[in-house]
């Protein structure tokens, strides 16, 4: 199993961005998928997670701005981030968990300017 990670950047506080979790290696049948992010210095935590049965979690600094989705079709998990914050920026990694393990994206770099 694969996870690749795109869309991040350098951006300007405010505005909006997506991120997007390629899967490939295996039919899109995970337990759970979801989004991290670890700041420098910082811990890794969980920004937002889907369920394959479609529910979500938010970690409470980015409920309301954040949004989780998949695109079956593409084996793809995207996070919407609105409202961008410089407290945003962080590595975001993608994470997939399926009934035998679970598994690591690379990361990618957003970085949010006020």
């Known amino acids: 199993v694969q996870l690749v990670e795109s869309g991040g950047g350098l951006v300007q506080a405010g505005g909006s961005l997506r991120l997007s979790c390629a899967a490939s290696?295996?039919?899109?049948?995970?337990?759970?998928m979801g989004w991290y992010r670890q700041a420098p210095g910082k811990q890794r935590e969980l920004v937002a997670g889907?369920?394959?049965?479609?529910?979500?979690n938010y970690a409470d600094s980015v409920k309301g701005r954040f949004t989780i989705s998949r695109d079956n079709a593409k084996n793809t998990v995207y996070l919407q981030l609105n409202g961008r914050r410089p407290e945003d920026t962080a590595v975001y990694l993608c994470?997939?968990?399926?009934?035998?393990?679970?598994?690591w994206g690379q990361g990618t770099q957003v970085t949010v300017s006020s």
């Open positions: 889907l369920r394959s049965g479609g529910s979500t």
């Open positions: 994470n997939a968990v399926f009934t035998w393990g679970d598994y």
């Open positions: 290696g295996i039919t899109f049948s995970f337990n759970a």
